[in-house]
């Protein structure tokens, strides 16, 4: 079996946490940027886990990205803006047949949802969910994640390779 888990994250604590779940899951999984994750790099996937940062109370859309770029506010720990957005990713999904899971980075009182857009793309693709989605807390807007969430996403993604393999 195999397992990729995408990720795009704009200053490091989504792909930390994307690390970790594949870990988590064991030797068949690989954490891929959304440039890593080619249609090659799928191809055979029977699990696809996604993650985005939560921003704007939503999965990031390319002038929400383009904004950071642009607000000097960032200038300092500017965004990792080369890798596609998750959005445009799972835009470009081919059709394929699997499970899927979603997750997400975001700070404790933030309102709305990523996983819930990506959640649906990935079963719009045809990955359907293997387990409730996850989310995973940062201190702040550029970090660092919350004490204990590494070994969290270990454990999350622990539990996805269980319920995995016994299906």
């Given at each position: 079996m195999k397992a990729i888990v995408v990720y795009e994250s704009l200053w490091g604590n989504t792909a930390a946490i994307a690390r970790a779940i594949a870990e988590g899951i064991g030797a068949e999984a690989s954490a891929l940027s959304t440039s890593q994750a080619s249609v090659e790099a799928l191809a055979g996937a029977d699990l696809i886990v996604a993650g985005a940062p939560l921003l704007g109370f939503r999965l990031p859309t390319e002038s929400m990205r383009n904004s950071i770029?642009?607000?000097p506010k960032?200038?300092?720990r500017p965004a990792d803006l080369s890798q596609p957005s998750l959005r445009s990713w799972l835009a470009a999904l081919?059709?394929?047949s699997g499970r899927?899971?979603?997750f997400e980075t975001r700070f404790k009182w933030s309102p709305g949802s990523a996983t819930?857009?990506?959640g649906k793309s990935l079963m719009r693709a045809g990955y359907q969910p293997i387990a409730k989605d996850e989310r995973f807390l940062v201190k702040?807007?550029?970090?660092?994640?919350a004490d204990a969430e590494v070994e969290r996403a270990k454990a999350w993604g622990a539990e996805l390779a269980r319920l995995w393999k016994a299906e």
């Open positions: 770029g642009r607000d960032h200038a300092q081919p059709k394929g899927s899971a979603a819930g857009a990506i702040g807007t550029y970090g660092p994640l």
